[in-house]
């Protein structure tokens, strides 16, 4: 039998959580969906979908909806894994346009768990039918961040 990597399995059961999230994306303008889910130190899951606005540029990020969430719950430094799909918004559901990552303000986001959590994040970019998920890192992606740790917190 061929080993599964139990960290690809933990971004597989993110993937699934981020595609059910996108079910419910508010994206009337861009129609684009975005699903994410954060993996928390004690295995639990917080979703986050995007929640766009009709002045456009409110519209917030799946990533950044899912960390606020996290943050709400008291829990911003225990965030370890986020899994990401979207693609454009079809009749049944999000249509396949390969794996997407996360935009520069969400990277930047992201860093603000990170360091004040103490560790690197672990990234699995999805394609929205599942065929392709790849792993990162945030330090890959978001290399010699600025945050909290620059300005003495964390
Ligand atoms: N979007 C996200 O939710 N996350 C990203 O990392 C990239 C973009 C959303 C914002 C907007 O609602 C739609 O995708 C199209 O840009």
Redesign the pocket.
């Known amino acids: 039998m061929a080993e599964v990597a139990l960290e690809d399995v933990a971004g597989r059961v993110l993937v699934e959580h981020a595609l059910e999230a996108a079910r419910n994306?508010h994206?009337p303008?861009?129609k684009?969906g975005?699903g994410?889910a954060l993996l928390l130190t004690d295995g639990s899951i917080i979703p986050g979908t995007?929640f766009?606005n009709a002045s456009y540029g409110l519209?917030l990020?799946?990533?950044t909806v899912a960390l606020a969430t996290a943050n709400a719950a008291g829990r911003l430094r225990d965030v370890v894994a986020v899994g990401?799909v979207?693609g454009s918004i079809g009749p049944a559901g999000l249509i396949d346009q390969g794996p997407?990552?996360?935009?520069g303000r969400?990277r930047q986001v992201l860093n603000e768990a990170a360091q004040m959590g103490d560790r690197d994040l672990v990234i699995y970019c999805a394609s929205a039918d599942g065929s392709v998920m790849r792993r990162h890192t945030l330090s890959e992606l978001l290399p010699h961040a600025f945050g909290p740790g620059d300005l003495g917190i964390g």
């Open positions: 994306a994206a303008y861009s684009f975005v994410a995007n766009e519209s990020c799946a990533e990401i979207g997407i990552y996360p935009c969400c």
